[in-house]
C-alpha cells in the first residue's frame, strides 16, 4: 500500500511519478481541465473525465481511499442540486411529471438538469482532488514563482500555509488544555459546542496576532523588505531546483490542444451537450419510456 | 483613547506599509482558512456554503482592524479552506467579490463614521450592525445568486431560499463572533503598529 | 582590537512602560569576541539584542536615547538590509523565525532577500550545512523537526548570511541538554575556525562559560558588570546577589575558598574539567 503523507493541503505519496512533472504543469492542468466540463455537457463525455483523473491518481500513486475524504462534499452537493432542482424547483406546467413527493411534481426536465449539473462539478471536483493528493506546499509556491506572481504574493502563501498548520496546532493545544480543565464538548447540547468555539476562537486568534510580531521580526532580521533591495534582482534558488524541460512544454501544449479541440467540437460543431447524449436518451428511456 | 483618536493620524505620526502587514495578511488567511474549514455547525451544503460560517468574523474584524490587508485576506482564505474541502477552483475564485465585500463594508463604515472598534457606544453597535448587514446582504446575493446559480447549482425558484439562509447565517455568526472577538482584543490590536488607520497603514 | 559594537549612553524605553528597558548603558563589544549576556528575566538583555540590529527602534514603539554603533556606524544611518549582512540576529524561539515550507528554502530566504547569485546561494549552503548538521532535515518543514534541530536551521538560516556579528538571544531555552549542546557545539567551532564576533544571551552558563571570552551582567536595564570571564566569575558574591546563579563547579570551589579550604588568590575553575583538575591537585597537595 503506498505510503501518503500528510501536507496542509491534503494527503499525498511519499513519492510518484508525477513529481517529476514540473509544478507549473500540475497548476495548469488543475486551471484548464477544470473548465473542461463547463464547456461539456453530455454527461457521459465528463464521467469519462473523471475515469481519466482517476487513472492519473493511480499513476501518480495516490492512495484511492483519498477520495473518501471528498465523499461528504460530493454526497451534499448532489443533495443541494437535486434538492434545487426538484422540491426547490417551482411548477412547471409545460414540463413532464415523472413522480410526486408529498404532492410535489418531479418533473423530468428537472432531473435532466441536475443529472447534467452533478456530473459537470463531479469531475472539476476530482481535477481538484488530483491536485491537492498530487501537490506539495513547496509545488504550490514554485508553480506560482514560475508563473512570475510577485514574491510578496507568493511569501504570502507560503506564510499563509504555514500559518494554517500553526492554527491547526494551537486549536489541538487548546482543545487539550480546555479537556484538561474539564471541558469536553463531546456529546453536548449545540449551544454548549457554540460556547466551546467562542472560547477557542479568541485565544486562536490572540495568538495569531502575537506572532505576527515574532515573524515580522524574523523576516527583518533576515533582510527582506517589502520594496526589495533597491537596484538588485531577487534569484529565484528554489525555482533553480524545478527546471522546466521540454516533455513539461508538451504537456503544456497537449493540455491546451484538448481545450482548444473541446471549444471547437462544443461551439464550432455542436457537438458533447447534453442534447442527443447517450446518458439523455436512457434517462428518457427510463422516466419517460422513451416519450420525447 | 477616543474613537476618534484612535482613527487619526496625528501630527508627526508615520505610518507605512510594511512587512508587519504582509505578515499579519498571512496569519488572517491562516486562521480564516482554518476557522472556515473546520467552524462550522451545520451541515455543509458544499461549495463553502454553511448556514453558519464563524469565519465570517474574521472577515469582518480583519477589516475593521487591518483596513485592505483584512479585505485581501477575507478574499484569500475562502480559497483555501473551499478548496481542502474540495471545492472546484473556479467556483472559489467566483466568491471573491462576495467575501471582499463583506469585509469591506464593516472597514469602511468604521473608519468612514469613526466608530469604536471597542465597541463602548450605542453608535459603535450600529455601526457594526448596519455594516456587516450590509456587507452580508450584497454576499447573499452574489453567493447563491451570481455563483450558485451561474454555475448551474440552483433554479431560479430555489434561489431565495439559499439567499435567505446564506444571508441568516453570516449574520448571525457575523453577531456572535464578531462581538466577541472585537471586545476581547481590539483594545491591544489598536496599540499596535500594524493596526490600520486608513486603509494601508 | 577595535570595538565593532559600541553602545553610548544608551537608552530604550517601550512605550507601553514607564522605566526603560535599558538605561544609559555603555557598552563596547571587540571585534572577534565572544560575548556572553547574563541577568534576570526582564533585565533588557532582548532589548539590547534588537537594539544591535535594528529591530529597536524600527519595529518597536518606544522612546531612544544615546547611540548604538555598529562597525563604526550609527544603527539608523544603515538601511535594514545592510545592517543585516553585519549583524545576524538568532531568535529564543525557533518556530517563530520560520515561514518557509522546507528547511533548504528557510536556509535560502536570506540569502535571497541579499541578491546573491544562485552559484554563491549554493557555495554557502555547502558550507553552513555541514557546519549546524543540518543535512539530513534539507526537505523537510522546518517546523516538524526537533527543537534542537529547529535552532540549528535557524542558526543555519542566519549564518548563511555571513554576517560578521551574530547575536543569539537565548538560543537553548526551548531545547533538551542534548539539544542545547549541539547548538553550543556550533559555535565553538565558529569561534575555533572563522573568527566570528557573537554574542550570546543565556540562562545556561555551563555551556556558556567555556566558549565567552567576556561576560556582561545586565541588571534591570543598567551594566552592572563588564569582564573578561574569569575576572568576572571571581566577583560570585556579587554575581549572585543580583539573581545569577553560577555553575555548581564554580559554586562549589566559591564555598571551599569561603572556607579557606581553597587558595584565596587562586582562579575559580569555570568548568568542570578545570574543577576536577584542581579538585585532583588539592587532594594531591593533602596526600
Known sequence: MQKMHKTILGYVPEASPLYEVHPFVRLYFLMVVSIFPMIIGAPEWNLALILVVLVLMKYGRVSLSTLKLYVPISISMGMLILLSYTLLGGIHPEFHVVFRILGFPIYYERIEAAVEVYTRILPMIFVMVLFLSTSRERDVLVAMRWARVPFTMTYMTAMALRAVGMVIEDFSIVRQAEKARGFDPHGKSLGYKLRQFVMYIIPLMALSLRRSEEFTKAIVARGYSFTGLKNVKRPDYVLSKYPFRTRDAVLILIITGFLLGILYLRYGLGMLTLEGSVTQRWLRQWLLGGAA | MTAEEIWTIEEGEVRTPGIGHIVITALLIGIGAVVGAFGSFTLPLGFGVNFFWPAIAVQNVGGIWYGAWGIIAASLFPIISNGISGTPVYVSLAYIPANAFQSFMPAWGFRYFKADPRLKSARDWWVFLGTITVGNIFGAIWGPLVVLKGFGLLTAESVPLFVWGWFAGNEIAGIVFGVILLKALSGVVITTKTFVKRWWA | ?287
Open chain 3, 1 to 287: 582590537m577595535s570595538a565593532v559594537i559600541r553602545f553610548e549612553s544608551y537608552t530604550w524605553r517601550y512605550s507601553r512602560t514607564k522605566q526603560p528597558a535599558l538605561d544609559a548603558i555603555d557598552l563596547e563589544i571587540e571585534e572577534g569576541a565572544i560575548v556572553g549576556i547574563i541577568g534576570p528575566n526582564g533585565s533588557g538583555k532582548t532589548t539590547l539584542a534588537y537594539s544591535i540590529n535594528g529591530l529597536i527602534p524600527r519595529q518597536e514603539m518606544g522612546v531612544r536615547k544615546g547611540k548604538v554603533y555598529v562597525m563604526g556606524r550609527e544603527v539608523m544611518a544603515y538601511t535594514p538590509a545592510e545592517l543585516c549582512q553585519r549583524v545576524g540576529l538568532v531568535f529564543s524561539d525557533p518556530e517563530a523565525q520560520f515561514t518557509a515550507m522546507t528547511v533548504e528554502d528557510e536556509v535560502v530566504f536570506g540569502m535571497e532577500n541579499l541578491g546573491l547569485p544562485i552559484e554563491e546561494i549554493e557555495r554557502r549552503l555547502a558550507w553552513v550545512v555541514p557546519l549546524t548538521e543540518i543535512g539530513p532535515l534539507m526537505d523537510k518543514p522546518p517546523y516538524e523537526v526537533s527543537g534542537g534541530q529547529k535552532q540549528r536551521v535557524a542558526l543555519a538560516s542566519v549564518l548563511a548570511m555571513r554576517p560578521p556579528i551574530l547575536v543569539l538571544d537565548e538560543p537553548t531555552t526551548m531545547l533538551d541538554p542534548l539539544g542545547r549542546r549541539r547548538v553550543f557545539q556550533v559555535l565553538e567551532r565558529l569561534k575555533r575556525e572563522y573568527q566570528s564576533t557573537i554574542i550570546v544571551i543565556e540562562h545556561s552558563l555551563e555551556h556558556l562559560i567555556p566558549l565567552a571570552d567576556h561576560m556582561v551582567l545586565l541588571y534591570y536595564g543598567k551594566v552592572l558588570l563588564a569582564d573578561e570571564t574569569e575576572p568576572f566569575f571571581e566577583r560570585l558574591a556579587f554575581l549572585m546577589e543580583h539573581d545569577v546563579f553560577p555553575p555548581g563547579v564554580v559554586e562549589f570551589f566559591y564555598h571551599l575558598k569561603q572556607a579557606g579550604e581553597y587558595p584565596a588568590d587562586a582562579p575559580l575553575p569555570l568548568t568542570v574539567e578545570d574543577g576536577t583538575a584542581r579538585l585532583r591537585e588539592l587532594l594531591g597537595g593533602k596526600g
